[in-house]
């Protein structure tokens, strides 16, 4: 107890008979800390309210309670404001001109490095000796680099106010922090970067000028996307790991927006990526983007992926890119070429009129944009399908169709546009189906209007006996077609092989291959 004290003149506190020296990187709450312990308190929520010092203040940062306590203790108050943090309400935080967010700190476990516990911290009874380093309160900061060993974090305490007590857990854990093993690591780049804006300041560079939120989380997602690809997400990952994503992306942030651009241009040139959406080659590094829990210090950030993204990827006019409406001017989209070969090279003409193809200036044939290797392989396991279902037909026509087969009345038809609702497909892909063989359409006066091409209902049949559109499977599943869509790509289910602007139609053997699309 340290009720009985003299009172410090000038002040409402006592003074104290034992003090202890403000380290250079120590925040105002372990110097409290530090404090109560010196002077022999069971805790630091016991000792303030034993002097009556304000301590709710002094955690939220505010600048008489920093003034109170560097008076009570004897320090300079400029150094002590100066690694102190400032709470501003609603998640948001200021340490001097930087600005972080709650995601930016360790608020509730203590990370300490047990090599400095080991070298600072004799016994129990000298708890007050050990500083707590700012820079270990920061989530980016996961190691040590004087001892080039990982942090540890101590166990979690049920009430928050005992996990504010800095001291008191060293005492409570110093035998477990022992009992820690020592995991060694090399210096990261990323985060001597990180402890060096925390401690003395920003720099001139563009990374510089985003905020130390942003800074240190994007270096840590964009490293995700680059180390894990584009279907990685953004939890479930060991300290460890996302020390080498940081010093992934603080390896290209560093150099500025250019080799941001670059590095996402590269994106689309990786082994099985798929060009063609920005959403999906970019994956984690879009979705953390997207997320509406970032503020507006996010949108230098945002404004360099749009660019590029207007830039380099056909998006319709009208659709929103982190919240600003595109323009609608197409351009080609970077994706790694694909060249023609073995089938697709035989039947490189039949490409040219599926609309697969195109006539290059040189007179060649070349692959659409947004033709993947995928896709050409899907081209022939349909090409194939349809040559052997003519061949196994006997006593009925072939399985391929064509415009001009007349006599409907032998058969029951269907509008092109009824046709489209059972199979829930854009008259659009009717048509195309039509027109490339793999539904019978014939010209009829009957019951429609003269010339109209009309589907016959025992084609419709066939097609859906080995096909089903992603219209039918969502309503059969019963889910959306935008989320459906993705769990398939990411199955790696073919489509058949179609323009990108008609609707998407699966193998059903694939699909019932294929359990998760269950209700």
Same mark, same amino acid.
């Given at each position: 107890?340290?009720?009985?004290?003299p009172?410090?003149?000038?002040?409402n506190?006592?003074?104290?008979?034992?003090?202890?020296?403000?380290?250079?990187?120590e925040?105002?709450?372990?110097?409290?800390?530090r404090l109560a312990?010196?002077n022999?308190?069971?805790?630091?929520?016991?000792?303030?309210?034993?002097?009556?010092?304000?301590?709710?203040?002094?955690?939220r940062?505010?600048?008489?309670?920093?003034?109170?306590l560097?008076?009570?203790?004897?320090?300079?108050?400029?150094?002590?404001?100066r690694?102190?943090?400032?709470?501003?309400?609603?998640?948001?935080?200021?340490l001097r001109?930087?600005?972080?967010?709650?995601q930016?700190?360790?608020?509730?476990? $203590? !990370?300490? +490095? @047990? &090599?400095c516990?080991?070298?600072?911290m004799?016994?129990? %009874?000298?708890?007050?000796?050990?500083?707590? #380093?700012l820079q270990?309160?920061?989530?980016? $900061? !996961?190691? +040590? @680099? &004087?001892?080039?060993?990982?942090?540890?974090?101590?166990p %979690?305490?049920?009430?928050?106010k005992?996990a #504010?007590?800095f001291?008191?857990q060293?005492?409570?854990?110093?035998?477990?922090?022992?009992?820690?093993?020592v995991?060694q690591?090399?210096?990261?780049?990323?985060?001597?970067?990180?402890?060096?804006?925390?401690?003395?300041?920003?720099?001139?560079?563009?990374?510089?000028?985003?905020e130390l939120?942003?800074?240190?989380?994007?270096?840590?997602?964009?490293?995700?996307r680059?180390?894990?690809?584009?279907d990685?997400?953004?939890?479930?990952?060991?300290e460890?790991g996302?020390?080498?994503f940081?010093a992934l992306?603080?390896?290209?942030?560093?150099?500025?927006?250019?080799?941001l651009?670059?590095?996402?241009?590269?994106?689309?040139?990786?082994?099985?990526?798929?060009?063609r959406?920005?959403?999906r080659?970019?994956?984690?590094?879009?979705?953390?983007?997207?997320?509406?829990?970032?503020?507006?210090?996010f949108?230098?950030?945002?404004d360099?992926v749009?660019r590029?993204?207007f830039?380099?990827?056909?998006?319709?006019?009208?659709?929103?890119?982190?919240?600003?409406?595109?323009?609608?001017?197409?351009?080609?989209?970077?994706?790694?070429s694909v060249s023609?070969?073995?089938?697709?090279?035989?039947?490189?003409?039949?490409?040219?009129?599926?609309g697969?193809?195109?006539?290059?200036?040189?007179?060649?044939?070349?692959?659409?944009?947004?033709?993947?290797?995928?896709?050409?392989?899907?081209?022939e396991?349909?090409k194939?399908?349809f040559r052997?279902?003519k061949?196994?037909?006997?006593?009925?026509?072939?399985?391929t169709?064509?415009?001009?087969?007349?006599?409907?009345?032998?058969?029951?038809?269907l509008?092109?546009?009824?046709?489209?609702?059972?199979?829930?497909?854009t008259?659009?892909?009717?048509?195309?189906?039509?027109?490339?063989?793999?539904?019978?359409?014939?010209?009829?006066s009957?019951?429609?209007?003269?010339?109209?091409?009309?589907v016959?209902?025992?084609?419709?049949?066939?097609?859906q006996?080995s096909?089903?559109?992603l219209?039918?499977?969502?309503?059969l599943?019963?889910r959306p077609?935008g989320?459906?869509?993705?769990k398939?790509?990411?199955?790696?289910?073919?489509m058949l092989?179609?323009?990108?602007?008609?609707?998407?139609i699966?193998?059903?053997e694939?699909v019932?291959?294929?359990?998760?699309?269950?209700?």
């Amino acid at each position: 107890m340290v009720k009985s004290l003299p009172a410090t003149p000038g002040t409402n506190f006592p003074q104290l008979p034992l003090t202890v020296s403000h380290a250079a990187s120590e925040p105002a709450s372990s110097l409290l800390s530090r404090l109560a312990a010196k002077n022999g308190a069971i805790s630091m929520q016991r000792f303030c309210g034993d002097i009556a010092f304000p301590i709710d203040p002094l955690f939220r940062g505010e600048k008489v309670a920093i003034e109170q306590l560097a008076q009570l203790s004897g320090c300079d108050v400029g150094a002590l404001e100066r690694v102190s943090i400032r709470h501003l309400g609603k998640g948001h935080f200021r340490l001097r001109e930087e600005f972080a967010s709650l995601q930016s700190f360790q608020r509730t476990r $203590i !990370r300490v +490095c @047990p &090599e400095c516990i080991r070298s600072e911290m004799p016994s129990t %009874a000298d708890s007050w000796r050990v500083a707590r #380093r700012l820079q270990w309160k920061f989530s980016s $900061i !996961r190691s +040590c @680099p &004087e001892h080039g060993c990982m942090l540890v974090c101590l166990p %979690a305490e049920k009430f928050y106010k005992d996990a #504010r007590d800095f001291a008191a857990q060293l005492r409570k854990h110093h035998v477990w922090i022992l009992d820690q093993p020592v995991i060694q690591t090399n210096p990261s780049p990323f985060e001597a970067y990180i402890t060096n804006r925390i401690l003395s300041g920003r720099g001139d560079r563009w990374i510089d000028r985003l905020e130390l939120n942003v800074a240190s989380r994007a270096c840590e997602v964009l490293g995700l996307r680059i180390a894990k690809g584009p279907d990685a997400v953004l939890a479930g990952h060991s300290e460890s790991g996302w020390m080498t994503f940081g010093a992934l992306g603080y390896d290209i942030l560093k150099d500025g927006p250019v080799a941001l651009t670059d590095c996402l241009a590269a994106m689309a040139h990786e082994d099985g990526a798929d060009g063609r959406f920005f959403g999906r080659l970019f994956g984690p590094w879009m979705a953390w983007l997207k997320s509406r829990s970032l503020g507006d210090e996010f949108e230098p950030l945002r404004d360099v992926v749009r660019r590029h993204v207007f830039d380099n990827f056909s998006v319709r006019k009208g659709v929103l890119v982190f919240g600003v409406s595109s323009e609608g001017v197409a351009s080609s989209n970077p994706q790694k070429s694909v060249s023609l070969k073995g089938f697709a090279k035989r039947n490189a003409e039949d490409l040219i009129y599926r609309g697969l193809a195109k006539r290059d200036a040189g007179g060649g044939i070349a692959p659409m944009n947004f033709a993947t290797q995928q896709m050409l392989d899907a081209y022939e396991r349909e090409k194939k399908y349809f040559r052997n279902a003519k061949r196994s037909s006997e006593g009925r026509k072939p399985r391929t169709f064509a415009v001009g087969d007349t006599d409907p009345s032998r058969e029951g038809c269907l509008s092109i546009g009824d046709a489209a609702g059972q199979l829930r497909v854009t008259v659009k892909t009717v048509a195309y189906l039509i027109r490339h063989g793999m539904l019978r359409g014939v010209e009829t006066s009957e019951q429609y209007r003269r010339g109209a091409t009309v589907v016959t209902i025992d084609s419709l049949a066939h097609f859906q006996e080995s096909f089903i559109s992603l219209g039918q499977l969502a309503e059969l599943v019963q889910r959306p077609q935008g989320a459906l869509s993705m769990k398939l790509r990411n199955a790696k289910l073919a489509m058949l092989a179609m323009p990108h602007d008609l609707s998407r139609i699966y193998w059903r053997e694939d699909v019932d291959a294929y359990p998760t699309t269950e209700k």
